[in-house]
């Protein structure tokens, strides 16, 4: 049946509910409330699209559902982004050990100062206290500081969470959707998961106390790294199936476009390392160890670059090496996304994968620059925590230009 709306429009019935409000409120006349608008609809015989959510989604064809689904694996991307931004300042501002249990659900902030008090006397008893923060002269106000960036990234984790798992429970029962998306909604709900009790894994190895170190306590790079890439893999998972889902490839591919997608795939790939390789830079505090470039110090290779046995213990834990392979690198991104950006030029690529492969040649250097002005500049928290965020940033861009490069893709909705 065909219904009028405002301004003439007339318009199907499974669609007269979005329409007729973007018509009411766009029109020249005065805003109208939602409790007129709702008298509208139901004055010309449309409450129930006006009024019953789960019947107006019901109207949705297969495409606009799928479309909602790309849309929120797009929005899940965002938050897991915020989260590994928050993260990176949190270690960087040391707070990450303030917080000296953990519970699944979360709890509450303290909300008074005997609360307050109980929780500060708590560090007080962790390692972070006696071997490093003990001679700062901590006060409760710094110490809420470092409490509550420690809480707001745990709790930013479980807002995740609660946007992935449930979503996903209730797309399972849906018989529109393929396995193959399935899977890949209980893997990265899994992922999720899993990411917090990795999380806790990891701040609890910086509250073990050992008595016979030297160094000061922090947590171990191993975790760390185990944390981070853990979180850019639920990033790159979901950014690459909202992709499919919302920017699909259409295009044939020619054996060139095959041979720069494989090198933007390797790109990719060494993005990926090279974000790691930072995290063992983080976790070791690494980045002012060396605060000289293109040198270290007055040499092209250290000479302690090579001082553990055995020998691989240094590419982990040595902090000469840990930045000496960092740099190492991110000079060989640099140059994997020049080559890349070289065998593009004489090629006539997708309009999506031409801005893709400009946009990753522009913040390959970008990257560099923050990088060596994080070294110089003796690692200010801001600059690392830009640096970092780089990282994804460049991760997203060649898993863009990847995708963009890439073969029609599996359906992930079946046709009704």
Known sequence: ???????????????????????????????????????????????????????????????????????????????????????????????????????????????????????????????????????SGMTLREFKFIWYMEWGHRHLGRVIGTCVVFPTLALLTRPWISTNLKLRLVGFSGLVTFQGFLGWYMVKSGLEDHPESTDIPRVSQYRLAS??????????????????????????????????????????GLAFLTAISGAFVAGLDAGL???????????????????FTPAWKNFFENTTTVQFDHRFLGHSLLLGICAVW????????????????????????VQVGLGVSTLLLHVPTWLAATHQQGSLVLLTLAAWLHHELGKKRIKLFKKS
Request: charged share 15%; proline share 5%.
């Open 289 to 307: 160890v060396y605060n000289s470039y293109p040198k270290f110090a007055d040499r092209w290779i250290p000479t302690d670059l090579i001082v």
């Open 1 to 135: 049946m065909m219904l009028s709306c405002a301004g003439g429009i007339r318009v199907a019935n499974q669609t007269v509910y979005s329409i007729c409000r973007r018509q009411l409120y766009s029109s020249s006349k005065p805003k109208l409330s939602p409790k007129t608008l709702t008298q509208y609809f139901t004055k010309h015989n449309i409450v129930s699209l006006a009024t019953t959510p789960g019947r107006f989604y019901n109207s949705l064809t297969i495409d606009q559902k799928s479309r909602l689904v790309g849309y929120w694996l797009l929005g899940c991307c965002g938050m897991v982004a915020t989260t590994v931004s928050v993260g990176g300042v949190t270690r960087l501002t040391e707070s990450g050990l303030s917080m000296t249990d953990w519970k699944f659900a979360g709890r509450r902030a303290p909300r008074n100062a005997e609360e307050w008090n109980v929780e500060f006397d708590k560090y007080k008893a962790s390692p972070q206290w006696k071997y490093d923060v003990v001679n």
């Open 227 to 268: 944390h981070l890439g853990s979180a850019f893999l639920l990033y790159l998972s979901m950014f690459k199936t909202s992709m499919e889902i919302l920017l699909p490839v259409e295009h044939s591919m020619s054996p060139a476009l095959q041979a720069l997608r494989r090198w933007s795939g390797g790109v990719a």
């Open 342 to 365: 070289i065998m593009s030029r004489p090629l006539v690529l997708p309009s999506r994968a031409g801005i893709a492969v400009h946009a990753l040649m522009g913040m390959g250097w």
